[in-house]
């Protein structure tokens, strides 16, 4: 089955500090890849997305994340880090090839900010 | 542009009772999509459909769990009657394209005690 890991389910960050969220993902035909963070109180929100071309993608926030097929990762990361990115993490994976039409998410990553 | 609506955004209901979930996806949206986080488990999709026309509804976990979209604009998802099991948050999304980029409505947290 098609599945989506996220290994860290917390993760705690100092301000500041540089961040990289980890997500491998079984494999499939045409993956489009996505990262979504959901605020204390709020929806889904999407960062960045990865359907083809540039393994490397910009997202909002000064967030960015790297396609590694190779490895089938699509992890996430940030250079400096502010309170206020406190909140949980999702990767997803839509995969094609006659799968199912909805998003296969991981389990989710909590990213803690330390003052 | 509003983005994608629920409502409501809490309910608690008994065992047995049943519950109307409603979605307003993004004006113009043809593809509207349904999911559940159960506590403490992943998001998982329950369906999809393209219009009013159920695309996919390979997730749907059985049948006191009804879809519906008429005239192609709000959807509701129906639970009756209500198991314990059924607390989560029911997400909903919606697409210009198939395959394209899914925006999140802010969830129902549903509570059956």
């Known amino acids: 089955a098609q599945s989506v890991t996220q290994p860290d389910i917390h993760i705690t960050v100092s301000e500041g500090a540089s961040l990289e969220l980890r997500c491998n993902y079984s494999y499939g035909a045409t993956p489009y890849l996505f990262w979504y963070v959901q605020s204390p109180g709020q929806g889904l929100q999407l960062l960045l997305k990865?359907?083809?071309?540039?393994?490397l993608v910009q997202g909002i926030k000064g967030f960015e994340a790297e396609f590694k097929r190779s490895q089938s990762s699509f992890n996430l990361r940030k250079p400096s880090v502010h309170w206020s990115d406190a909140a949980e993490y999702f990767c997803a994976v839509l995969y094609g090839g006659g799968g199912a039409d909805g998003l296969t998410f991981g389990k989710g990553t909590h990213l803690i900010i330390q003052p | 542009e509003a983005g994608v609506t629920q409502f409501p955004s809490h309910s608690v209901i008994e065992k047995g009772q049943t519950v109307t979930l409603r979605c307003d996806p993004i004006?113009?949206?043809?593809?509207l999509y349904w999911y559940r986080r159960v506590m403490g488990k992943e998001i998982k999709f329950l369906l999809h459909?393209?219009?009013?026309?159920?695309?996919?509804e390979s997730g749907m976990p059985n049948n006191r769990f009804l879809a519906e979209r008429t005239g192609g604009t709000y959807s509701t998802l129906k639970v009756q009657p209500a198991e314990l099991e059924d607390s989560g948050v029911y997400f909903c999304?919606?697409?210009?394209?198939?395959?394209?980029?899914?925006?999140f409505g802010p969830g129902t947290r549903l509570t059956v005690t």
């Open positions: 459909f393209v219009k009013e026309s159920k695309q996919d």
């Open positions: 004006s113009g949206h043809d593809n």
């Open positions: 999304a919606s697409s210009q394209d198939y395959r394209g980029v899914q925006y």
């Open positions: 990865y359907f083809s071309g540039d393994t």
